[in-house]
């Protein structure tokens, strides 16, 4: 027998005020896309802005069903429209942001296990890492480097 440890980091950030110009710019146009998911079930909104290495920016935001909870989240929207509309561009950074109809969201918000499963997956393939910036509706922000670093021992195709 042997015991590892996994380390991780992320630097944390007061509010988008403190970030780079480059990832408020990206955490803004998550905002904006937060702003138009379609949650009526939840009240729960959530956007996403990839930027991609041909500095394309795609946007996704949460889309729910009567189905509950068939729905989808931010995340998944927008790297399955990037996969989709840029097949084999890498993707450089993310970010999340999160509010609610029913509370102020004060604190950050990660991606969903899925999320993170199905991300990982996108890092893995393109073989570099890809910073992730995550929030609520307002206080502090999360910045880590690498998807990875918020889901150790992922699965991946080498499994299979």
């Not at 998911?37 to 009240?43: D, L, N, Q, R």
């Not at 889309?63 to 995340?75: D, I, R, V």
Request: proline letters at 4%; charged letters at 20%.
């Amino acid at each position: 027998m042997r015991k590892i440890e996994i380390a991780t980091s992320a630097t944390i950030y007061k509010d988008i005020f403190e970030l780079s110009s480059g990832d408020a710019m990206l955490m803004k146009k998550a905002i904006e896309a937060r702003k138009t998911a379609y949650a009526p079930y939840s009240k729960f909104h959530v956007g996403a802005a990839l930027l991609l290495e041909n500095g394309e920016i795609i946007l996704g935001n949460n889309q729910e069903s009567a189905a509950y909870p068939s729905g989808m989240c931010a995340e998944r929207v927008a790297v399955w429209k990037a996969g989709s509309s840029f097949p084999k561009v890498k993707i450089h950074a993310l970010a999340i942001s999160a509010s609610s109809l029913i509370a102020t969201v004060d604190k950050p918000v990660g991606p969903c296990g899925a999320c993170r499963q199905t991300l990982s997956e996108y890092e893995i393939n393109q073989k570099t890492p890809f910073k992730v910036i995550f929030m609520g509706e307002i206080g502090e922000i999360v910045v880590t480097e690498s998807l990875l670093s918020l889901l150790p021992f992922s699965f991946d195709n080498s499994y299979l």
